[in-house]
Nanobody
Framework: QVQLVESGGGLVQPGDSLRLSCVGS????????LSWLRQAPGKGLEWVGS???????AYAGAVEGRFTVSRDNAKNTLFLQMNNLKPEDTALYYC?????RGQGTQVTVSS
């Protein structure tokens, strides 16, 4: 079955950078379109960005220019590079394939 395991979250200060990873298994990783989503405390699930099988990317307006989605098909790994982090980026971050998501990794941005 499809499994996704996120890692790389932590507590950082505003302006810092962080890179999240998501290792996928149980499917043909190189053929999958994948996404990052996040859920802030008390809020609903928010789409962050996606990458297609061919490597094309798309981003939510709130993160455009600061976040980058990439993939390493040889390692079955999806990445989310987050630069210039803001307090409003604080959330539990998930990677997702179709309707399946992992357990999430917490990102907290605070001074």
């Amino acid at each position: 079955q499809v499994q996704l395991v996120e890692s790389g979250g932590g507590l950082v200060q505003p302006g810092d950078s962080l890179r999240l990873s998501c290792v996928g298994s149980g499917f043909l990783f190189s053929l999958a379109g994948l996404s990052w989503l996040r859920q802030a405390p008390g809020k609903g699930l928010e789409w962050v960005g996606s990458i297609t099988q061919g490597g094309a990317t798309a981003y939510a307006g709130a993160v455009e220019g600061r976040f980058t989605v990439s993939r390493d098909n040889a390692k079955n790994t999806l990445f989310l590079q987050m630069n210039n982090l803001k307090p409003e980026d604080t959330a539990l971050y998930y990677c997702m394939k179709d309707t399946v998501r992992g357990q999430g990794t917490q990102v907290t941005v605070s001074s």
